[in-house]
């Protein structure tokens, strides 16, 4: 080897040396962990804007962003989507005055629009040819990287994030919430449809992050240096460029100090969105003063936390949970009673109580997916079903009277609207 060619060697290996420890440096960045007070709330809606009268998606949102000029009402991936925020919370109650003045500004501004505006994980009229994304830097690198996959990502979410004093508790708390991925996936399911289809599942929103290797089911972590060890792996190997491209169903966000509890689909109304904020947090309460549990529990493996978020996803409500590794199940509106009756101390403790009376008449009458699928099998029509969610977040609550006025009604045919299937005559009957 000449000296020329040796030369060259050691500059490309410093050079390669200094990008890798500036790489690290970013992502070290990034792991500082900001700590927030402890168990406060930040809660994150994803809604949609629709023609009011063709019900596709209305690509306005940032003029509507531009109109509101509020902090708490911004931008997301796809021009129909707008992203609601609250500022740190100490309870649902301040969740419950901020973002519904959110919503009625939203709602005011797109009907000055003639638009609609919808939660629910995967609005049924809407469908991803019709989409359009976002210019920005950030949303057309995971383009560039997801490819169709990323079209996909229309889906609605809410996001849920919990104060945390240290990253060390941020794990202990990550590693209780995984417990309950499946009782939020049933409790908030709410995307039946995709694309103008009739699934099969209470919820589909969950399988287009299972797409994706850094998405999806989380890990367990024993320690703080576990996780960071962890993103500092598939930062390097540049399956990210950032933190926020880790679409876990359950992550630590560093720079908020939060543990952020992404599993959900978005409510298509505050009250039933409210009554999950304050479950969540009701159970971090408890568990402040019970940590031990978590030692007394053995950790669920991992068949077992792949088949409850796979039975939540199918059945909602009606699913039935694996509580042990040897096979024993249970149904999930039975599990959650049982924590309802193991966390009533917090409940009195916060004034959750009004709260929890909407948590027991969705465990009792069903969840937003099944609201839309006893539309879709009565009306046979995606666009009745689209209407019903816009009025349920209009009215901020579950609307079951119109349902019961449903019961008699008989399918208008049985022929497939907007590509979908109709409903059977065995279905409807």
């Known amino acids: 080897m000449s000296v020329v060619h040796w030369l060259k060697g050691v500059f490309e290996s410093k050079k390669e040396a200094a990008v890798q420890q500036?790489?690290?440096r970013e992502i070290n960045e990034q792991l500082v962990f900001a700590k927030s007070d402890p168990l406060t709330l930040g809660v994150e809606f994803e809604l949609a804007l629709m023609d009011k009268t063709t019900?596709?998606?209305?690509?306005?949102?940032?003029?509507?962003?531009?109109e509101a000029n509020q902090?708490?009402?911004?931008?997301?991936?796809?021009?129909?989507?707008?992203?609601?925020?609250?500022?740190?919370?100490?309870n649902a109650h301040d969740v419950e005055e901020q973002m519904g003045r959110n919503i009625r500004t939203l709602l005011e501004l797109a009907d000055k629009r003639d638009l609609v505006v919808t939660g629910t994980g995967r609005p049924p009229t809407i469908k991803l040819c019709e989409t359009q994304r976002v210019e920005d830097p950030r949303y057309n690198y995971l383009q560039e990287g997801r490819k169709i996959f990323n079209q996909r990502f229309a889906q609605l979410g809410t996001h849920i994030h919990i104060g945390m004093e240290s990253p060390e508790k941020c794990i202990r708390y990550h590693n209780f919430?995984?417990?309950?991925?499946?009782?939020?996936?049933?409790?908030?399911?709410?995307?039946?449809?995709?694309?103008?289809?009739?699934?099969?599942?209470?919820s589909i929103r969950p399988t287009i992050a299972e797409s994706l290797p850094i998405a999806g089911m989380p890990y367990s972590f024993r320690t703080w240096q576990e996780y960071v060890a962890l993103c500092q792996a598939v930062f390097r190997a540049g399956s990210i460029r950032n933190l926020k491209d880790l679409w876990w169903?359950?992550?630590?966000?560093?720079?908020?100090?939060?543990?952020?509890?992404?599993?959900?689909d978005q409510l298509s109304n505050l009250g039933e969105a409210l009554a999950i904020v304050a479950f969540v947090h009701a159970l971090g309460l408890w568990f402040d003063h019970n940590q031990s549990w978590l030692e007394e529990m053995?950790?669920?493996?991992?068949?077992?936390?792949?088949?409850?978020?796979?039975?939540?996803?199918?059945?909602?409500?009606?699913?039935?949970?694996?509580?042990?590794?040897?096979?024993?199940t249970c149904p999930v509106v039975d599990?959650?009673?049982t924590w309802l009756g193991r966390i009533q101390a917090q409940y009195a403790e916060m004034s959750y109580q009004p709260y929890q009376n909407t948590l027991?008449?969705?465990?009792?009458?069903?969840?937003?997916?099944?609201?839309?699928?006893?539309?879709?099998?009565?009306?046979?029509?995606?666009?009745?079903?689209?209407r019903f969610n816009c009025r349920e977040l209009q009215s901020g609550k579950p609307m079951w009277h119109y349902l019961d006025a449903l019961k008699t009604v008989k399918p208008k045919d049985d022929k497939p609207q907007n590509g979908s299937r109709g409903p059977t005559k065995e279905a409807a009957a």
């Not at 019900?55 to 531009?66: Q, S, T, V, Y």
């Not at 919430?177 to 209470?202: K, N, Q, R, V």
């Not at 169903?249 to 959900?264: A, F, K, N, Q, W």
């Open 22 to 24: 500036k790489e690290l």
């Open 55 to 66: 019900l596709k998606p209305a690509h306005r949102a940032a003029e509507i962003i531009a």
């Open 71 to 90: 902090p708490g009402i911004k931008k997301e991936l796809l021009k129909h989507m707008v992203e609601m925020t609250t500022d740190v919370c100490r």
């Open 177 to 202: 919430y995984m417990h309950f991925l499946p009782h939020l996936i049933a409790l908030s399911a709410g995307s039946p449809f995709e694309d103008g289809i009739e699934t099969g599942l209470a």
């Open 249 to 264: 169903d359950l992550r630590p966000s560093p720079r908020y100090g939060t543990l952020e509890i992404r599993v959900c």
């Open 298 to 328: 053995p950790r669920p493996s991992t068949w077992r936390l792949r088949e409850n978020k796979w039975r939540a996803m199918r059945y909602g409500l009606d699913a039935k949970m694996v509580v042990n590794n040897l096979g024993d």
């Open 335 to 337: 599990d959650i009673k």
């Open 360 to 386: 027991l008449d969705m465990l009792a009458r069903g969840n937003s997916a099944k609201r839309q699928q006893t539309v879709w099998v009565a009306t046979g029509s995606l666009e009745e079903v689209a």
